[in-house]
T-cell receptor, first 113, second 114 residues
Framework: GENVEQHPSTLSVQEGDSAVIKCTYS??????FPWYKQELGKRPQLIID?????GEKKDQRIAVTLNKTAKHFSLHITETQPEDSAVYFC????????????FGKGTHLIIQP | GAGVSQSPRYKVAKRGQDVALRCDPI?????LFWYQQALGQGPEFLTY????????KSGLPSDRFFAERPEGSVSTLKIQRTQQEDSAVYLC????????????FGQGTRLTVV
Protein backbone atom coordinates (compact mmCIF):
# COMPACT_ATOMS: atom_id res chain seq x y z
CA GLY A 1 0.00 0.00 0.00
CA GLU A 2 0.84 3.68 -0.04
CA ASN A 3 3.33 5.16 2.44
CA VAL A 4 3.65 8.93 2.94
CA GLU A 5 6.61 10.49 4.75
CA GLN A 6 6.43 14.11 5.91
CA HIS A 7 9.20 16.47 7.09
CA PRO A 8 9.86 18.31 9.28
CA SER A 9 7.73 17.29 12.24
CA THR A 10 8.05 20.79 13.72
CA LEU A 11 8.83 24.03 11.90
CA SER A 12 9.27 27.41 13.55
CA VAL A 13 9.51 30.52 11.36
CA GLN A 14 9.43 34.26 11.95
CA GLU A 15 6.23 36.03 11.00
CA GLY A 16 6.54 37.23 7.43
CA ASP A 17 9.03 34.55 6.42
CA SER A 18 8.25 31.55 4.20
CA ALA A 19 7.60 27.99 5.32
CA VAL A 20 8.16 24.82 3.31
CA ILE A 21 6.89 21.36 4.22
CA LYS A 22 7.95 18.32 2.20
CA CYS A 23 6.34 14.93 1.61
CA THR A 24 7.32 11.81 -0.27
CA TYR A 25 5.07 8.97 -1.36
CA SER A 26 5.74 5.41 -2.42
CA UNK A 27 2.92 4.38 -4.76
CA UNK A 28 3.53 5.57 -8.32
CA UNK A 29 -0.20 5.09 -8.98
CA UNK A 30 -1.08 7.92 -6.57
CA UNK A 31 -2.60 10.80 -8.50
CA UNK A 32 -4.23 13.15 -5.98
CA PHE A 33 -2.38 15.04 -3.26
CA PRO A 34 -4.30 17.23 -0.81
CA TRP A 35 -2.95 19.30 2.08
CA TYR A 36 -4.99 19.72 5.26
CA LYS A 37 -4.63 22.23 8.08
CA GLN A 38 -5.71 21.16 11.55
CA GLU A 39 -5.91 23.58 14.46
CA LEU A 40 -5.86 22.17 17.98
CA GLY A 41 -9.05 20.27 18.73
CA LYS A 42 -10.58 21.09 15.37
CA ARG A 43 -11.34 19.21 12.18
CA PRO A 44 -8.82 18.92 9.33
CA GLN A 45 -9.61 21.44 6.60
CA LEU A 46 -8.44 21.26 3.01
CA ILE A 47 -6.21 24.21 2.09
CA ILE A 48 -4.94 23.18 -1.33
CA ASP A 49 -4.69 20.09 -3.50
CA UNK A 50 -2.98 19.00 -6.70
CA UNK A 51 -3.55 16.26 -9.25
CA UNK A 52 -0.73 14.33 -10.88
CA UNK A 53 -1.23 15.98 -14.27
CA UNK A 54 -0.14 19.34 -12.84
CA GLY A 55 3.30 20.32 -11.54
CA GLU A 56 2.38 23.37 -9.50
CA LYS A 57 -0.69 25.09 -8.12
CA LYS A 58 -0.98 28.38 -6.30
CA ASP A 59 -3.69 30.02 -4.21
CA GLN A 60 -2.73 33.41 -2.81
CA ARG A 61 0.03 32.80 -0.21
CA ILE A 62 -0.10 29.01 -0.55
CA ALA A 63 1.45 26.90 -3.30
CA VAL A 64 2.02 23.20 -3.84
CA THR A 65 4.59 21.63 -6.15
CA LEU A 66 4.65 18.03 -7.35
CA ASN A 67 7.55 16.03 -8.77
CA LYS A 68 6.11 12.73 -10.03
CA THR A 69 9.47 11.33 -11.06
CA ALA A 70 10.92 11.77 -7.60
CA LYS A 71 7.58 11.04 -5.94
CA HIS A 72 7.61 14.09 -3.73
CA PHE A 73 5.43 17.14 -3.22
CA SER A 74 5.81 20.26 -1.13
CA LEU A 75 3.69 22.95 0.50
CA HIS A 76 4.95 26.52 0.38
CA ILE A 77 3.48 29.28 2.53
CA THR A 78 4.76 32.80 1.93
CA GLU A 79 4.43 35.89 4.13
CA THR A 80 3.45 33.75 7.10
CA GLN A 81 0.98 35.15 9.62
CA PRO A 82 0.13 34.12 13.22
CA GLU A 83 -3.07 32.44 12.03
CA ASP A 84 -0.99 30.05 9.93
CA SER A 85 0.11 28.32 13.16
CA ALA A 86 -1.39 24.81 13.07
CA VAL A 87 -0.57 21.21 12.18
CA TYR A 88 -0.36 20.56 8.45
CA PHE A 89 -0.90 17.11 6.92
CA CYS A 90 -0.06 15.99 3.42
CA UNK A 91 -1.90 13.04 1.92
CA UNK A 92 -1.97 10.89 -1.20
CA UNK A 93 -4.40 8.56 -2.91
CA UNK A 94 -4.52 6.60 -6.14
CA UNK A 95 -8.24 6.91 -6.77
CA UNK A 96 -8.35 10.57 -7.75
CA UNK A 97 -9.88 11.04 -4.34
CA UNK A 98 -12.22 8.05 -4.67
CA UNK A 99 -10.15 5.90 -2.36
CA UNK A 100 -9.15 6.59 1.19
CA UNK A 101 -6.32 9.03 1.81
CA UNK A 102 -2.94 8.03 3.23
CA PHE A 103 -1.71 10.85 5.47
CA GLY A 104 1.73 11.92 6.58
CA LYS A 105 2.40 12.27 10.31
CA GLY A 106 1.99 16.03 10.24
CA THR A 107 4.08 19.17 10.65
CA HIS A 108 3.51 21.50 13.58
CA LEU A 109 4.05 24.97 12.13
CA ILE A 110 4.80 27.68 14.67
CA ILE A 111 4.83 31.31 13.58
CA GLN A 112 7.00 33.42 15.87
CA PRO A 113 5.83 37.05 16.25
CA GLY B 1 -26.66 20.59 8.15
CA ALA B 2 -23.87 22.79 6.90
CA GLY B 3 -21.08 20.35 7.60
CA VAL B 4 -20.22 16.82 8.70
CA SER B 5 -21.53 16.23 12.20
CA GLN B 6 -20.24 13.59 14.60
CA SER B 7 -21.56 12.49 17.96
CA PRO B 8 -20.72 12.19 20.69
CA ARG B 9 -17.79 14.63 20.72
CA TYR B 10 -16.26 12.81 23.66
CA LYS B 11 -16.71 9.27 24.90
CA VAL B 12 -15.14 7.57 27.90
CA ALA B 13 -15.53 3.81 27.92
CA LYS B 14 -14.40 1.19 30.37
CA ARG B 15 -12.22 -1.50 28.87
CA GLY B 16 -14.44 -4.24 27.49
CA GLN B 17 -17.40 -1.96 26.83
CA ASP B 18 -18.99 -1.61 23.39
CA VAL B 19 -19.26 1.87 21.84
CA ALA B 20 -21.11 3.33 18.85
CA LEU B 21 -19.96 6.49 17.11
CA ARG B 22 -22.26 8.36 14.76
CA CYS B 23 -21.54 10.37 11.62
CA ASP B 24 -23.99 12.61 9.78
CA PRO B 25 -22.40 13.48 6.43
CA ILE B 26 -23.20 16.53 4.35
CA UNK B 27 -26.60 15.99 2.74
CA UNK B 28 -26.32 14.36 -0.66
CA UNK B 29 -22.71 13.30 -0.28
CA UNK B 30 -22.20 9.89 -1.81
CA UNK B 31 -18.88 8.91 -0.28
CA LEU B 32 -18.18 8.49 3.42
CA PHE B 33 -14.88 7.65 5.10
CA TRP B 34 -13.84 6.78 8.66
CA TYR B 35 -10.36 7.55 9.95
CA GLN B 36 -8.60 6.95 13.27
CA GLN B 37 -6.24 9.66 14.54
CA ALA B 38 -3.94 8.80 17.42
CA LEU B 39 -2.46 11.63 19.46
CA GLY B 40 0.21 13.48 17.50
CA GLN B 41 -0.31 11.40 14.37
CA GLY B 42 -2.00 11.78 11.02
CA PRO B 43 -5.42 10.26 10.37
CA GLU B 44 -5.33 6.59 9.34
CA PHE B 45 -7.91 5.19 6.94
CA LEU B 46 -10.38 2.69 8.39
CA THR B 47 -13.20 2.18 5.89
CA TYR B 48 -15.03 3.69 2.90
CA UNK B 49 -18.69 3.69 1.81
CA UNK B 50 -20.21 4.66 -1.49
CA UNK B 51 -23.87 5.19 -0.68
CA UNK B 52 -24.79 2.16 1.44
CA UNK B 53 -22.09 -0.12 0.00
CA UNK B 54 -18.96 -0.63 2.06
CA UNK B 55 -16.36 -0.77 -0.71
CA UNK B 56 -13.20 -0.89 1.39
CA LYS B 57 -12.75 -1.99 4.99
CA SER B 58 -9.08 -2.84 4.72
CA GLY B 59 -8.10 -0.33 7.41
CA LEU B 60 -10.26 -1.74 10.21
CA PRO B 61 -7.69 -2.93 12.78
CA SER B 62 -9.60 -5.99 14.00
CA ASP B 63 -12.93 -7.77 13.83
CA ARG B 64 -13.97 -5.77 16.89
CA PHE B 65 -14.49 -2.82 14.55
CA PHE B 66 -17.64 -2.69 12.45
CA ALA B 67 -19.14 0.12 10.35
CA GLU B 68 -22.46 0.47 8.60
CA ARG B 69 -24.38 2.98 6.51
CA PRO B 70 -27.68 1.19 5.90
CA GLU B 71 -29.56 3.96 4.09
CA GLY B 72 -26.64 5.64 2.42
CA SER B 73 -26.59 8.67 4.69
CA VAL B 74 -25.85 8.36 8.44
CA SER B 75 -23.05 5.99 9.36
CA THR B 76 -22.17 4.28 12.62
CA LEU B 77 -18.78 2.95 13.63
CA LYS B 78 -19.06 0.32 16.34
CA ILE B 79 -16.21 -0.95 18.46
CA GLN B 80 -16.83 -4.04 20.52
CA ARG B 81 -14.95 -4.98 23.70
CA THR B 82 -12.93 -1.76 23.67
CA GLN B 83 -9.25 -1.88 24.58
CA GLN B 84 -6.87 0.88 25.66
CA GLU B 85 -5.19 0.96 22.27
CA ASP B 86 -8.54 1.97 20.76
CA SER B 87 -8.20 5.39 22.45
CA ALA B 88 -8.01 7.95 19.64
CA VAL B 89 -10.02 10.55 17.76
CA TYR B 90 -12.33 8.95 15.19
CA LEU B 91 -12.90 11.21 12.21
CA CYS B 92 -15.61 10.92 9.62
CA UNK B 93 -15.35 12.57 6.19
CA UNK B 94 -17.77 12.84 3.30
CA UNK B 95 -17.38 13.66 -0.38
CA UNK B 96 -19.97 14.66 -2.92
CA UNK B 97 -18.97 12.12 -5.57
CA UNK B 98 -19.29 12.49 -9.33
CA UNK B 99 -15.63 13.32 -9.76
CA UNK B 100 -15.43 15.69 -6.82
CA UNK B 101 -12.25 15.10 -4.84
CA UNK B 102 -12.54 17.28 -1.73
CA UNK B 103 -13.30 15.39 1.45
CA UNK B 104 -14.96 17.35 4.26
CA PHE B 105 -14.17 16.22 7.78
CA GLY B 106 -16.24 16.23 10.93
CA GLN B 107 -14.80 17.39 14.24
CA GLY B 108 -14.34 13.84 15.39
CA THR B 109 -15.20 11.77 18.43
CA ARG B 110 -12.47 11.53 21.04
CA LEU B 111 -12.65 8.04 22.53
CA THR B 112 -10.82 7.34 25.78
CA VAL B 113 -10.77 3.78 27.04
CA VAL B 114 -9.97 3.46 30.75
Amino acid sequence: GENVEQHPSTLSVQEGDSAVIKCTYSDSASNYFPWYKQELGKRPQLIIDIRSNVGEKKDQRIAVTLNKTAKHFSLHITETQPEDSAVYFCAATSGGGADGLTFGKGTHLIIQP
Amino acid sequence: GAGVSQSPRYKVAKRGQDVALRCDPISGHVSLFWYQQALGQGPEFLTYFQNEAQLDKSGLPSDRFFAERPEGSVSTLKIQRTQQEDSAVYLCASRRGGGSTEAFFGQGTRLTVV
